[in-house]
């Protein structure tokens, strides 16, 4: 009996061993803090990531309200990407602390922070709020917007992944390669068409340009904001009028929340106006970080207009 | 057979004028050559020689040049190396100083463990309040806090608030959490807090979407409901747009804590002269709290929130305990006052909404709570106790225009709690203007009809709030 029982029960074990061998990994659940390092990780992570950006992209960073829905996706999340140099100081926190989970923690495996390699630019010198009410310490938190720094996030995020699934190196590596040759192209394309505008001037409406200035040989004459984090004055608009004035700015660029203010200043600088995102968007569907560089491009190029010809 | 001779005369034929004509050629190409020791001579042998030498001298140039790529790149990775290993030993060394290492956790903590933050609220009052209370018609310093806040290790923090106004400093609170309790989202704090009890009642007044904790809120817990002890939290998802979060707690001191304008408890601190709702505990008898809420994600920014909280005082003894010690200096009226094992319940359910447009901050915030109070009142020794059910709530909505202004308006009414057939009613427009994030203005009118002491009047309050260095709240859940 003893005998006739050992062949089905072997048969069985071996059945469930190669069962679960054969199982495919499950996929690492991604959570990053907003788009543009969501569609990063989709390109590099490929079919071994599922991604999820907390924010939409629309959000002023320091302004995140918390969801219960935010907190459940983090909850369930393997790893966590934020672009860090404390953009998401508000939120992100309490947010952890709260959600308590330990893959997540700083210093562990799942917690990435994508700034972690980059170059930073300090533009608010001191550490004190007499330099304004939004200062960042640790350097300008806007890196997104240069898409040199965004390729070292990107090995970052990259290494980050590899750490958390060795198995799949090649596979990462090769869709880093691929995402960083379609950012090349682009580069290219965004190089050339940013030529005739080097030098030109243009006023910003918060801290928030500098990487893609110096990027693409463009000057910020002067910010709406008189200082990081303050609300513009008419006092200081004003004075930003004659600014535009003797430094020939041709384009203000603001955040949609700014809009109007960014036209009627425009108007007085006899300048042009852009609204632009500090950000990719994902309300619906995700618009991809190349897609909206792209558009920044545009924006800037077309805002230049004439003039750089 | 006559085909395959044909075919091999043809190749042969054809093999043999390749050869000629190879040799013709040859004959073509080569000129004469030179006598020996001719100057033609010397020359092709010195360009031979020219050509050898070059050849020498690139295959070495090659071989070098190889060997100087290989020892650039060997330089550079050391020097890779060298700089990644500086960066790491100076973010080791500057974790070690500044707690980096902890990563970002609000403006400023990164950098100091424990944080320190200092929060000052002004405001001026104008009241026409016949029986002024000490606060109308000037300026008050309601308070001067001072926050800090630390990590202790990894899974515990620790949190102390101190008090100061014009008269006194007072430690509000002083705890430590402990996350990881059991369950990875569970924590445990200890020390003295703010009880979780509903949604405003533990949020200090300076953090209020207006000025005053609701008069509901002062009259049945005395505004915060604060307690030494201890409290368990836990949370859990409610599929993938929900969660619910629950507390439960023990405490053997819990009171209320008021620093109020307008209402109730206006122009006094309860620990001058109003009666500790929930008195002193003794270590036999604790008084005990919870709270259960659920929220969910509603639309693309909206949130909807309810919960219910309970606090249960089964034995109030310390008005006993002070009456007695007051006896022999009052004399025998005080102790006709005292109370021994007196019960106290209070219930609340809340219920709220916010949809903030996360462009421009702009959006509204609705809330309203409903409260039952069930206290047992009178002189116990004499058999004179009374049960009294009161029953208040309040409500308000706030509207953001954007990240600065914004406009609410609230309303307050309640049963006396000892005396259900006394009302209080109040209601108030409250215009706030954020500076930036740190420095807030607030403009306040309310009008009060209180019929516990009959009579109504008007208030207009002007707050001026700062924030210094560190300061959050967690989430708002």
């Given amino acids: 009996m003893r005998n006739r029982m050992i062949a089905p029960i072997t048969l069985f074990l071996a059945l469930c061993f190669v069962s679960a061998a054969r199982l495919p990994a499950q996929k690492l659940q991604v959570v990053t803090t907003q788009p543009d390092l969501a569609d ?25 309200t918390i969801r219960p829905s935010t907190l459940g996706a983090v909850r369930k999340a393997d790893v966590f990407v934020q672009l860090g140099l404390d953009a998401e100081h508000q939120w992100v926190p309490a947010m952890l602390g709260a959600v308590r989970n330990r893959k997540l923690r700083p210093g562990e495996a799942g917690f990435i922070n994508a700034s972690e390699d980059i170059d930073p630019i300090f533009t608010t010198p001191g550490r004190s709020r007499a330099e304004g009410a939004d200062i960042h310490p640790r350097g300008n938190p806007h890196w997104n917007l240069d898409p040199g720094r965004m390729r070292i996030a990107a090995h970052t995020i990259r290494d980050a992944l590899i750490k958390l699934r060795p198995a799949e190196r090649k596979a990462l590596e090769k869709n880093c390669a691929l995402w960083e040759e379609k950012l090349d192209a682009a580069m290219k394309r965004w190089e050339k068409a940013l030529a005739p505008c080097k030098g030109r001037t243009f006023i910003e409406e918060h801290d ?44 203000i660029v603001t955040r949609p929340a700014r809009g109007e203010l960014g036209r009627d200043l425009a108007a007085k600088c006899k300048a042009r106006s852009a609204v632009i995102d500090l950000s990719s968007h994902e309300i619906d569907e995700p618009e991809g970080y190349l897609v909206f560089m792209e558009k920044v491009v545009n924006a800037f190029a077309t805002g230049f207009g004439d003039d750089s010809k | ?30 000129s004469p050559t030179p006598p020996k020791g001719s100057v033609e001579e010397l020359r092709r042998q010195f360009a031979h020689e020219l050509a050898d030498l070059r050849a020498d001298y690139e295959n070495r140039l090659q071989t070098m040049e190889g060997e100087i790529g290989r020892l650039r790149a060997e330089r550079d990775d050391a020097s890779a190396q060298g700089v990644s290993d500086a960066i790491d030993r100076i973010r080791s060394e500057l974790d070690d100083r500044v707690g980096l290492g902890l990563s970002q956790t609000t403006v400023f903590d990164n950098l100091f463990n424990p944080a320190f933050g200092v929060v000052s609220d002004l405001i001026l009052v104008a009241s026409g309040q016949d029986d002024s209370f ?191 010690d007051h006896e022999e200096e009052k004399g025998a009226e005080d102790a006709e006052e005292a109370q021994s094992d007196l019960q106290k319940l209070v219930v609340g359910f809340d219920l709220g909404y916010r949809s903030i447009d996360p462009t421009d901050a702009s959006g509204f915030t609705f809330l309203a709570e409903f409260l039952i109070n069930a206290e047992e009142f009178g002189a116990e020794e004499e058999g004179k106790t009374d049960f009294e059910t009161a029953f208040g709530f309040y409500a308000y909505v706030d509207y953001a225009f954007n990240r600065e202004w914004a406009l609410g308006v609230s ?50 309050m002007l707050q001026w709030t700062v924030l210094i260095g560190s300061h959050g709240h967690g989430i708002d859940w």
């Fill in chain 1, 40 to 64: 990063v990780v989709r390109a590099i992570g490929g079919d071994l990531v599922e991604v999820r950006s907390l924010t939409s992209g629309r959000e002023d960073l320091h302004l995140v």
């Fill in chain 1, 208 to 251: 928030a340009w500098i990487y893609f200035a110096k990027r693409f040989g463009l000057e910020i004459a002067g910010r709406m904001e008189p200082k990081p984090g303050l609300n513009p004055t008419p006092k200081h608009l004003e004075s930003l009028v004659e600014t535009a004035r003797d430094r020939k700015v041709r384009l």
């Fill in chain 2, 1 to 30: 057979m006559h085909t395959k001779e044909s075919r091999t005369r043809a190749l042969a034929a054809l093999g043999l004028f390749t050869v000629l004509a190879a040799s013709a050629a040859r004959a073509q190409d080569q």
């Fill in chain 2, 134 to 324: 000490s606060h109308a018609n000037r300026f008050v310093l309601r308070s001067v806090e001072v926050n800090i806040a630390g990590n202790i290790d990894p899974d515990t923090e620790y949190y102390a608030v101190l008090h100061a106004d014009e008269d006194e400093i007072e430690l509000e609170e002083a705890y430590l959490i402990r996350r990881d309790f059991f369950r990875e989202t569970a924590s445990l704090k200890a020390g003295r807090f703010n009880v979780d009890f509903g949604r405003v009642s533990p949020v200090h007044e300076h953090d209020l979407p207006f000025i005053d904790k609701p008069g509901v809120l002062q009259e049945y817990l005395g505004g915060s409901l604060r307690g030494t002890g201890l409290e368990y939290h836990d949370w859990f998802s409610l599929g993938d747009s929900g969660l619910l979060r629950f507390s439960a707690g023990i405490t053997n001191s819990p009171d209320g804590d008021a620093h109020v304008i307008v209402g109730p408890l206006a122009g006094e601190h309860h620990h001058e002269e109003e009666e500790e709702l929930f008195g002193e505990r003794g270590i036999d008898s604790f008084a005990f709290h919870g709270r259960v809420t659920a929220q969910w994600d509603v639309g693309l920014n909206g949130v909807f929130q309810i919960g219910a909280s309970v606090a249960w005082a089964p034995e109030v003894r310390s008005h006993l305990e002070d009456a007695h």
């Fill in chain 2, 411 to 460: 309303v307050d009414w309640f049963e006396h709690r000892l005396d259900a057939d006394r009302d209080w009613f109040d209601v108030g427009v409250f215009g706030t203007w954020k500076l930036n994030e740190f420095n807030r203005l607030r403009l306040e009118v309310r009008y009060v009809d209180d019929g516990i002491a009959d009579e109504s009047y008007w208030a207009a």
